[in-house]
């Protein structure tokens, strides 16, 4: 993991794992451009209580909010759905548009 990447998650670490920390995780790897702070952003939003808020909803964009939202928090089998940016992403079979798990 990047130098960049690794200050972005002890920053969150600081934060404690929030709502908001996780909005701001999901910003930062936009702005470092990140598939893996990306995916363990949204993995946390999916299980965060409180679900985002309209104002962070506005943030993160709808793609990520559909998928935070539409998201099984806890599947059958113990893994989670996580959405792969609108299938974008390198590794096929982990997206809650598919409904596949990541392992």
């Known amino acids: 993991m990047e130098l960049v990447e690794q200050h972005v998650l002890s920053q969150m ?9 996780y909005v701001d995780l999901l910003l930062a ?5 990140s598939p893996q702070l ?11 209580t409180p679900k ?3 104002a962070q909803a506005k943030q993160i ?3 990520a909010y559909y998928a935070v939202m539409s ?24 997206c809650s548009v598919c409904h596949e798990y990541r392992k």
């Open 61 to 63: 964009g709808l793609e």
């Open 29 to 33: 790897s936009r702005i470092v451009d």
């Open 71 to 94: 998201a099984d928090p806890q599947s059958q089998n113990g893994k989670l759905w996580v959405h792969c940016d609108g299938h974008s992403t390198q590794s096929p079979g982990n």
């Open 52 to 54: 985002p808020n309209l």
């Open 13 to 21: 670490k600081n934060e404690g794992p929030t709502t908001k920390s």
């Open 38 to 48: 990306y995916q363990q952003a949204v993995q946390g939003l999916i299980a965060s």
